[in-house]
């Protein structure tokens, strides 16, 4: 067995302070909370973030990148995106010595690791053992959501059988990386998946692929499908997530017109641009903006039409949306905002012989022209087999109460899901991944009260969190709010190292930074403490992370 190492000194860290330590060259946590020091992996098992630069509040830590939370003392993972806890290694203190001991297996790696390639501890997951439990609990939906609550299940104890369905014909992946790294070309296809190929047989987690849910009956708990025999499941999630949508003018479904949500619409466009010049992105908003990074640095001639003033002008507002306006224009990309499509139309370099060779996006009196035209306008609730149930709202949404339950032995997870927002007091439909995967695990925990009401279950809490990278700018977003009355700058727009605050009856309701990392992490523990400042607080400059440590 590896002796202990010394790593720092009692006196190089004080009560709720962290570091990053090197023991024998692995690179190791220590913090220290109420006097006790602990140690364990030095980067977030998600996309390796050294976690010394995030937030410490008790003994949580807060990934900087992605909000993921871990509990420094037991390793723990606590919060999505996440998929493994950490590591945890022995400490022994003497004297004035802090001393580590490291494993000989343990991952020796540095800064800058490859995609969950980082030193994590999967949770452990309950064996599936169908005569000390015959019921048959289905998932609709492989994405963020009913992958989250399919192993919360087996982590939650779980024994019985349990059935995902998807209609994609792959295993589980990040969807996130699609319009990112995937599109960019940096991202290979087997770095998209969520866990490897044998992880869910390992676990007994039916994984039926390529599979289309028609109709779904709450009171006779049956599903059916476009092809195979019907199942009957004694609980069920709905997690089927969105569909792309396309806008409703001629031309629309033209040879070369794409949208941008699963990973067979990823690989068709990646197809479709390795010949092309120019693009167009229709859409100023997530998919529209992150293709648009993505396809300019392909080295592509790109043009975002949108109907807003700036991009993200409903979501950050025009301020914010001015930033990455700006960044996206140094990087080349052309703008035609305020605009409205009336239809796409194929263009011949010779009308009379000859096929199509571009496409023409006409914008009232004007028109762009480019090889190929992306969709980023949104997507609808995946629900059409639900579209008789009284729980499915106008939009396509599921009503849900505070536990994510629709009907009897019924719930609902992420895009389709509109919950109680616990801070706004009103239900809300977000389509984020991260609180999607928040969705599944909390959902996990009402189906299995569902069978047994002794089993503890809580209303779903959880503070929204989503990020975006594009041009060079990361964003990242805190809170949910859709009508403020105001947004409150804290630091500086044009050197992008600022916190927007955003206002809604007196409330700081959200918040979203560029350059502040650390203090987006502290505002998420803020808010999920209850504990944001006022808005006349941001105003005078407050000191985010003081006042979390002041919180104790």
């Not at 302070?17 to 913090?31: F, H, I, P």
């Not at 969950?116 to 994405?143: F, H």
């Not at 990074?293 to 975002?304: D, I």
Request: hydrophobic content about 40%; some cysteine.
């Amino acid at each position: 067995m590896p002796d202990f190492v010394r790593v720092a000194s009692t006196a190089d860290l004080a009560d709720g302070e962290m570091r990053q330590v090197s023991a024998d060259g692995t690179e190791v946590l220590l913090s220290r909370v109420d006097g006790a020091f602990h140690a364990c992996t030095a980067f977030c098992t998600h996309y390796g973030a050294p976690l010394a630069t995030g937030v410490l509040d008790g003994t949580t830590v807060v990934c900087p990148w992605h909000h993921a939370a871990f509990d420094v003392a037991s390793g723990a993972l606590c919060e999505p995106p996440a998929p493994d806890a950490l590591r945890t290694f022995e400490v022994r203190v003497e004297g004035e010595d802090v001393l580590v001991r490291v494993p000989a297996d343990a991952d020796a790696h540095g800064k800058g690791i490859a995609y969950r390639e980082s030193d994590g501890e999967t949770p452990a997951m309950t064996d599936i053992d169908l005569d000390a439990d015959d019921r048959l609990l289905l998932i609709l939906g492989a994405g963020s959501a009913g992958e989250a609550c399919a192993e919360a299940l087996r982590q939650q104890g779980y024994r019985g059988r349990l059935v995902m369905v998807s209609q994609e014909t792959r295993p589980p992946y990040d969807r996130t990386a699609l319009s990112k790294g995937y599109l960019g070309g940096g991202t290979a296809d087997d770095a998209l998946r969520l866990r490897d190929g044998s992880f869910f047989e390992q676990h007994g987690i039916e994984l039926w692929t390529d599979r289309t849910v028609t109709a779904l009956d709450p009171d006779t708990r049956t599903v059916t499908f476009a092809e195979g025999d019907p199942i009957t499941y004694d609980a069920a999630l709905v997690a089927t997530g969105g569909v792309p949508r396309r806008l409703p003018i001629p031309g629309a479904d033209l040879d070369g017109v794409l949208v941008l949500r699963s990973w067979q619409d990823a690989q068709a466009l990646v197809s479709r641009v390795g010949d092309a010049t120019s693009v167009v992105l229709i859409g100023a908003s997530f998919i529209g903006m992150e293709a648009a990074s993505s396809l300019v640095g392909r080295g592509l001639n790109v043009t975002v039409i949108g109907q807003e003033t700036t991009p993200f002008e409903g979501i950050l507002g025009t301020e914010v949306g001015q930033v990455f306006r700006e960044a996206a224009e140094a990087k080349g990309v052309t703008f035609r905002l305020g605009a409205s499509v009336e239809r796409i139309e194929t263009v011949h370099s010779d009308p009379e012989v000859g096929p199509p060779t571009r496409l023409r996006v006409a914008l009232g009196e004007d028109a762009v022209a480019a090889d190929v035209v992306v969709m980023g306008v949104g997507v609808r609730p995946a629900t059409d087999f639900l579209s008789r149930a009284p729980f499915v709202r106008e939009d396509g949404g599921i009503e849900v109460d505070a536990y994510l339950q629709a009907a009897p032995g019924l719930f609902a997870a992420g895009d389709v899901a509109a919950f109680p927002e616990a801070r706004l007091g009103r239900r809300v439909r977000i389509e984020h991944w991260r609180l999607a995967q928040q969705h599944g695990r909390a959902a996990a925990r009402g189906l299995l009260h569902e069978a047994d009401p002794t089993l503890p279950r809580t209303p779903f809490d959880a503070v929204p969190f989503f990020w975006t990278g594009q041009f060079g700018v990361s964003l990242r977003y805190v809170g949910h709010v859709e009508d403020w009355d105001e947004v409150i700058i804290d630091g500086s727009l044009a050197d992008r190292e600022f916190v927007a605050a955003y206002v809604e009856g007196g409330e700081v309701r959200a918040v979203a930074a560029v350059g502040r990392d650390k203090d987006a992490a502290t505002a998420h523990r803020l808010m999920a403490r209850g504990a944001m400042p006022t808005p006349e607080e941001v105003r005078n400059g407050v000191d985010w992370q003081s006042r979390l440590a002041h919180l104790g």
